[in-house]
């Protein structure tokens, strides 16, 4: 059990309360009865409860005045200004008790939101899906943020107490349950987790603890400060706390650009440090990614076996838009950066991993986006082509499916599901799903209207075009429309079958080689059209990769493609409209 700084500590016979409260003059833990709480020089208040036990109900009250739950609370089962429950993370029993994790290059990724995957919308219910994961080919089952948010529905990307998985999918045991049911399954478990703010309902922190944040405003709200050694280690100790306690096998870092007081060295830097020594520790591979619009090459290392201070990869934004540009014609928004000559971006992404390393962006007006990524292998970059973001982020919360040639998605997949990089999909891309996953949350009075109308502002146009049918990010039916319309068990849709077929070919073909892969080299003929990519996989054998990505025929006028044909079988001397085909070895 992870026992940082914050956060009750339950023992046999009592529990030490804990909260760093420095703005607050006094400090009482309120269960059955009251109980004083003693405050020490830094701020911190301590009481050792003899009655306290696993289920108890407490909260903290502040200054005689105000109640607020444990900012560390394990559990809020009455939302997040109700109390919180005492939990013994040491009681569950663990059945896949020799699970030491996967290594970073068997990762293949479905990201899915709790809520809206079954129509339970509970950890428990996503046990009964696991084995459909397992027969697709998939590796790494995601979760997005479980910090337990206001209302009954949100993304999770507002949850305010960060140690609380959400009440509304079930219980700690519920959730120790599924990740325990995924690791006798051979299935690693990520969760997205989010260390640049605080959700807008339910934060108590700046009434007893403003230190937790500076004058620097994000988009969500005053910017968290991490030169302050307690918040430091608050988020330290959040991390911990969900692979130490929950065995989660990693966590995706959301949005790290927005940290704006990282504090020195950085908090990443820390928290990557600290992983590393419970991977040490523990024999377990652990795996840590970023989200990170600013492309910062330096902070990836996807080849040490310990993290000491960087991370496995970055979710590679590049790939995904320079993608939908050619798939939609899109050009708005951040899409503008790829408009020209989007093929030649993809060849970079597929040679280099990101398009933008340092060259001016037009959507940030011509600032330098980007570092060079020098000599990081593919493992360094998770490509994808749907994800929560780029779906939910969009007005009507539509998917590709909704607008791009299916043949064109399928091109697309088969490229990127059998390229060396780390693959995800979104829940649902597996089988072509058409649910949409519009963005929803559950503020009342002030709160949701400000978003209402954030959101009418940030989509005015869509607004104009699509009306009444823009959904209404606060309304129950909004979250309803994004639950996941399973296919029917008795049907095999064909687009599953397609992408077990890659997948599986990624398994038996490349996953034994993949360790140590490295780029090489991606070409363009045909104005663009043809694309010729070759990588060196880990023990040295090529794997090549020839596709028409437009739609129209093209003439194959290179050079017979060299080894053996693992899909598409080999290439015509007229190569149909988003065809594509792989081969491995032979130079």
């Known amino acids: ?102 290594p970073w290059h068997d990762a293949i990724i479905l990201e899915c939101h709790v809520g809206t995957f079954t129509p339970e919308g509970t950890y428990r219910a996503i046990i009964d899906k696991l084995d459909h994961l397992v027969s697709t080919g998939i590796t790494a089952l995601e979760l997005m943020p479980l910090g337990d948010f206001a209302g009954t529905r949100n993304w999770g990307y507002d949850g305010v107490l960060w140690y609380a998985p959400d009440h509304v999918y079930g219980t700690p045991d519920d959730l120790k349950e599924l990740i325990d049911q995924a690791h006798l399954r051979g299935l690693m478990v990520f969760l997205d987790v989010v260390y640049n703010h605080f959700g807008p309902e339910g934060n108590y922190l700046g009434h007893y603890a403003p230190q937790f944040f500076c004058d620097v405003q994000t988009p969500w ?23 130490d306690n929950y065995r989660f096998d990693g966590l995706r870092l959301d949005a790290v650009h927005a940290i704006v007081q990282p504090g020195e060295p950085s908090i990443l830097t820390d928290i990557s440090r600290a992983v590393g020594i419970l991977a040490q520790q523990t024999g377990r591979h652990i795996h840590l990614v970023l989200e990170n619009d600013d492309n910062r090459a330096h902070l990836l290392d996807p080849t040490s076996a310990i993290p000491a201070g ?15 540009v050619i798939l939609t014609q899109e050009t708005q928004g951040y899409y503008r950066d790829y408009a020209r000559h989007p093929r030649r971006l993809l060849a970079r992404t597929l040679r280099a991993g990101f398009a ?30 749907q994800n929560h973001d780029q779906i939910g982020n969009r007005a009507l919360g539509d998917r590709l499916e909704w607008t791009a040639d299916a043949r064109a998605i399928e091109a697309a997949l088969a490229i990127t599901l059998l390229a060396p990089m780390p693959p995800l999909m979104f829940m649902g891309e597996e ?61 095999n849709p064909p687009r599953l079958a ?85 081969s491995i070895g032979a130079a």
């Open 1 to 102: 059990m992870n026992e940082g700084r914050f956060g009750p500590i339950l023992t046999p016979e009592s529990a030490i309360f804990r909260l760093w409260a420095p703005a607050a003059r006094e400090v009482a833990v309120i269960s059955d009865r009251t109980h004083k709480m003693a405050k020490d020089d830094n701020g911190w208040f301590t009481a050792e409860v003899a009655s306290a036990h696993a289920g108890m109900l407490y909260h903290f009250r502040i200054d005689d005045e105000l109640d607020v739950p444990d900012p560390a609370s394990a559990f809020q089962p009455a939302d997040v200004s109700g109390p919180s429950e005492l939990v013994d993370h040491d009681r569950f029993q663990w059945k896949a008790t020799g699970w030491r994790g996967r």
């Open 221 to 243: 709200g005053a910017a968290i400060d991490y030169r302050v050694p307690e918040v430091r280690a608050f988020t330290i100790d959040n991390a911990l706390h969900w692979l």
């Open 310 to 324: 960087r991370y496995r990869a970055q979710w590679n934004d590049d790939y995904h838009h320079v993608w939908h």
């Open 356 to 385: 933008y390393q340092g060259e001016p962006s037009a959507h940030r007006g011509g600032q330098a986006r980007g570092e060079s990524v020098g000599s990081l292998p593919p493992a360094a970059f998770v490509n994808f082509l």
């Open 431 to 491: 089988w072509g799903a058409t649910t949409p996953f519009p963005f929803f949350c559950d503020f009342k009075g002030d709160l949701a209207d400000a978003v209402r109308a954030g959101r009418r502002r940030e989509f005015a146009g869509a607004y104009e075009t699509f009306g009444d049918d823009v959904p209404d990010p606060l309304a129950l039916s909004t979250f309803k429309s994004a639950v996941l319309a399973w296919p029917d068990k008795n049907r």
């Open 498 to 582: 397609f992408i077990r077929n890659l997948l599986r070919i990624r398994s038996t073909e490349l996953m034994p080689h993949l360790a140590g892969s490295a780029f090489a080299t991606a070409d363009l003929r045909q104005d663009d059209r043809l694309l010729i990519t070759r990588w060196t996989l880990g023990d040295g054998t090529p794997l090549h990769l020839r596709a028409n990505i437009s739609d129209q025929a093209v003439s194959n006028d290179a050079p017979a493609m060299p080894g053996r044909p693992i899909w598409g079988g080999l290439p015509p001397t007229r190569m149909p409209a988003w065809s594509v085909f792989w």
